[in-house]
T-cell receptor, first 115, second 112 residues
Framework: AQSVAQPEDQVNVAEGNPLTVKCTYSVSGNPYLFWYVQYPNRGLQFLLK??????LVKGSYGFEAEFNKSQTSFHLKKPSALVSDSALYFCAVRDSSDSWGKLQFGAGTQVVVTP | DAGVIQSPRHEVTEMGQEVTLRCKPI?????LFWYRQTMMRGLELLIY????????DSGMPEDRFSAKMPNASFSTLKIQPSEPRDSAVYFC??????????FGPGTRLTVL
């Protein structure tokens, strides 16, 4: 079975400061990992993914994430946060041994960036 | 591409009425997913299809919920009869395979 944990319900950061949103996962096989962002009254938007290869993945809007196999983590980062980054962020995982395309989503982390 | 299209965007109905939510996936995507999002339960996977065939409906809460995908470009999620606890935002998503899922804008359902 696959699972995802986002240990923080909310992250508060000042504009211009680094932003980190934490995610840990558990899968039987190799993980496929994803980050999504949801703005108010909108659907989820894909940010970035790790399938294989380089552990540091770069995505949309200046976000990046680092895959750490030993710590089973896939934390989302942005060097300098913007007020417009305030949104709900979801981490998701899929087990590579699963032949279907089902993703397991975390509970989400609300990011609040203050001016 | 227009992305995943859902209709209606908002639905207000009374308890006991039938509700039908509609989804048009992105052309060429083999997978279609229905999710429900609430404050209390977060994002829940209800059912998903591969090549129009339901693969896993274990997330469907009750027999009042049913979903169909008659062809590659259309799916429906039906609730009959609806109850106030069904109030939520329902998302449809599609995927070409092992990669990311693309979400529609959602349908906000309110059952009075």
């Amino acid at each position: 079975a696959q699972s995802v944990a986002q240990p923080e319900d909310q992250v508060n950061v000042a504009e211009g400061n680094p932003l980190t949103v934490k995610c840990t996962y558990s899968v039987s096989g190799n993980p496929y990992l994803f980050w999504y962002v949801q703005y108010p009254n909108r659907g989820l938007q894909f940010l970035l993914k790790y399938i294989t290869g380089d552990n540091l993945v770069k995505g949309s809007y200046g976000f990046e994430a680092e895959f750490n196999k030993s710590q089973t983590s896939f934390h989302l980062k942005k060097p300098s946060a913007l007020v417009s980054d305030s949104a709900l962020y979801f981490c998701a995982v899929r087990d590579s041994s699963d032949s279907w395309g089902k993703l397991q989503f975390g509970a989400g982390t609300q990011v609040v960036v203050t001016p | 591409d227009a992305g995943v299209i859902q209709s209606p965007r908002h639905e207000v109905t009374e308890m006991g009425q039938e509700v039908t939510l509609r989804c048009k996936p992105i052309s060429g995507h083999d997978y279609l997913f229905w999710y429900r999002q609430t404050m209390m339960r977060g994002l829940e996977l209800l059912i998903y299809f591969n090549n129009n065939v339901p693969i896993d409906d274990s997330g469907m809460p009750e027999d009042r919920f049913s979903a169909k995908m008659p062809n590659a470009s259309f799916s429906t999620l039906k609730i009959q009869p609806s109850e106030p606890r069904d109030s939520a935002v329902y998302f449809c998503a599609s995927s070409p395979g092992v990669g990311e899922q693309f979400f529609g804008p959602g349908t906000r359902l309110t059952v009075l």
